[in-house]
């Protein structure tokens, strides 16, 4: 029979709460991924009520009853200088304008990663 050995509980925990502060802080900020997602799962988020809601406040092409508060999202290839600069901007729009009521997606991890980098592509994509 084979005995696992673990530390002292308190290390144990310990070392369980810094890995998750970690994970957490290293959230914060916008990783340098590789922005290469599904437009059709991105267009499902965007347009999904209970998820990126993105509709809520966004006019876009072929959306059900779309909102007014938030710029319309067209030509965005014109309007960003690169893919990377539209995520930092759906990641949290309160770095470009503090002011801003555009919840930050990334930062707070209100999308997961793969939702958010889909969400970004099909946002593109507009």
């Given amino acids: 029979m084979l005995f696992i050995r673990f530390p002292h509980p308190r290390l144990l925990a310990l070392s369980l709460g810094l890995s998750t502060l970690a994970t957490g802080a290293a959230f914060a900020e916008m990783p340098d991924w590789v922005l290469k997602g599904d ?11 209970a998820k990126g809601n993105c509709v ?8 059900d009853s779309p909102g007014a508060i938030g710029p319309v999202l067209i030509a965005m290839q014109t309007r960003y200088p690169s893919k990377q600069a539209l995520a930092k901007q759906i990641w949290d729009a309160t770095v470009k304008n503090p002011e801003a009521v555009m919840p930050p997606f990334g930062k707070h991890e209100i999308l997961t990663q793969k939702e958010f980098v889909d969400v970004v592509e099909y946002i593109w994509s507009l």
């Fill in 39 to 49: 437009t059709a799962a991105g267009k499902a988020v965007v347009n999904d009520r």
């Fill in 56 to 63: 809520a406040c966004h006019a876009m092409v072929g959306a």
